[in-house]
């Protein structure tokens, strides 16, 4: 099946830096991702979706200043976490769809984020 | 506001029982469902995915959906205790935006 990456898989950074995460489609493009967040125990809540080409739009409640989202090629965009803060800490993944099923989303691995 | 219900459970099963897990969502204009199972730590696995009412199979696993109850299930056959994860039930909201909303999951413990 189509494999996503991402990269860093765990970041631990001090409070009021910025944090990057990339995502890829190793072999497929993919026009579009969505960006997740995780708290631990709960549920998997989409914060964006990213569009290549074109601005990202975010969910409501998300700042878009704050998670800023780059789809910079077609199998590449990248989550930049600014001025991250402990609340921030969190699993963040990120999917592409599938060209196969109608809303079928492979994932990546995730990126565990720990804001000291 | 559009929600995907599911049982956090932990729901218990003696190896080689039959799992059930089930999920319930409200926006009536949702076409696709799938069911993900994630292991703690690690990202959503797609088990499988449902389009029609009725029910799929593919190996041990059985998706059921009805729309009109707007209700999609999950039979796990043979249980293993490989099987023990959380399982996410996911719908695509209506207006094929490609948006998966994303229940709250239901921890299945299978024991030996």
């Known amino acids: 099946g189509a494999v996503v990456s991402q990269h860093p898989s765990r970041v631990i950074c001090k409070?009021?830096?910025s944090v990057k995460i990339e995502c890829r489609s190793l072999d497929f493009q993919a026009t579009t991702m969505f960006w997740y967040r995780q708290f631990p125990k709960q549920s998997l809540m989409l914060m964006a979706t990213s569009n290549e080409g074109s601005k990202a739009t975010y969910e409501q409640g998300v700042e878009k200043?704050?998670?800023l989202i780059n789809h910079a090629s077609l199998t590449l965009s990248t989550l930049t976490v600014t001025s991250a803060h402990p609340e921030d800490s969190s699993f963040y993944?990120?999917?592409?769809?599938s060209s196969g099923g109608a809303g079928e989303q492979f994932f990546g691995p995730g990126t565990r984020?720990?804001?000291l | 506001q559009k929600e995907v219900e599911q049982n956090s459970g932990p729901l218990s099963v003696p190896?080689?029982?039959i799992a059930s897990l089930n999920c319930t969502y409200s926006d009536r204009g949702s076409q696709s469902f799938f069911w993900y199972r994630q292991y703690s730590g690690k990202s959503p696995e797609l088990i499988m995915s449902i389009y029609?009412?009725?029910?799929?199979?593919d190996g041990r696993f059985t998706a059921q959906l009805n729309k009109a109850s707007q209700y999609v299930s999950l039979l796990i056959r043979d249980s293993q205790p490989?099987?023990?994860a959380t399982y996410l039930c996911a719908?695509?909201?209506?207006g094929n935006t490609g948006k998966l909303i994303f229940g709250q999951g239901t921890t299945l413990q299978v024991k030996p």
Do not use: H, Q, R
């Open chain 1, 65 to 67: 200043d704050k998670f």
């Open chain 2, 52 to 57: 029609s009412n009725g029910d799929k199979e």
């Open chain 2, 91 to 94: 719908v695509e909201g209506s």
């Open chain 1, 93 to 97: 993944i990120c999917s592409a769809p």
């Open chain 2, 15 to 17: 190896e080689g029982a």
């Open chain 1, 113 to 115: 984020l720990t804001v």
């Open chain 2, 82 to 84: 490989s099987d023990s």
């Open chain 1, 15 to 17: 409070s009021g830096t």
